[in-house]
């Protein structure tokens, strides 16, 4: 399943969060890991675990509006 985080407009300098819950949806433990990789201005926690056959966890995405983005439309 594909996950879609929508933070919408977010301010300057201002920090949003959303939670998203995982789910193994198998009968084998799952470990998961979100890469090393440069999110910008976005952070992920925890980034890394692992879930038992049925088990769901939340983790928590964050986004901090650090400079403007986007075009305005006239």
């Known amino acids: 399943d594909v996950i879609n985080v ?3 407009k977010v ?3 201002t920090k949003e969060q959303r939670q998203v819950t995982i789910t193994n949806k ?3 433990p799952v470990s998961w890991k979100i890469p090393a990789i440069d999110l910008g201005d976005f952070a992920v926690e ?3 675990g692992t879930l038992q ?3 769901s966890t939340t ?3 964050s ?3 650090t400079s403007q ?3 305005a439309k006239k």
């Open 6 to 8: 929508d933070f919408g």
């Open 11 to 13: 301010l300057l300098k």
């Open 26 to 28: 198998s009968l084998l």
């Open 46 to 48: 925890p980034n890394k």
């Open 53 to 55: 056959p049925l088990q």
């Open 59 to 61: 983790i928590t995405v």
């Open 63 to 65: 986004f901090e509006a």
């Open 69 to 71: 983005s986007g075009t």
